[in-house]
């Protein structure tokens, strides 16, 4: 069984930056895939990011690629998300996941590949 706990959410401004972060407990060598999905009021979840334990395999969605940069602390058992030139359609709940199979290109972003889930942490993108 593995925990995860996320922190760093809150109220920002268009262009702003925010950083996620993920503690992961617990069965943490069971944690391979790891990475962050968000959901907005009224839409479906959906994959941001995701890294295998290296963190030479990443992948983005696309609304995110070159703002927002995954990484990962092995050793202390930590992810992260660091959110640049934020958009208000970047607002909802971010959500940390990890599963014990690698990331793979055509399921990484699917909800249903990951095992573990934190509870979330809100972000809000507004003027």
């Known amino acids: 069984e593995v925990q995860l706990v996320e922190s760093g959410g809150g109220l920002v401004q268009p262009g702003g930056s925010l950083t996620l972060s993920c503690a992961a407990s617990g069965k943490t060598d069971s944690s391979n895939c790891m990475g962050w999905f968000r959901q907005a009021p009224g839409k479906e979840r959906e994959g941001v990011t995701v890294?295998?334990?290296?963190?030479?395999?990443?992948y983005y969605a696309d609304s995110v690629k070159g703002r927002f940069t995954i990484s990962r602390d092995n050793a202390k058992n930590m992810l992260y998300l660091e959110m640049n030139s934020l958009k208000p359609e970047d607002s909802g709940m971010y959500y940390c996941a990890a599963d014990v199979f690698p990331c793979r290109y055509s399921t990484w972003s699917k909800v249903e590949e990951y095992e573990y889930w934190g509870q979330g942490t809100q972000v809000t993108v507004s003027s």
């Open positions: 890294t295998n334990p290296g963190g030479r395999l990443t």
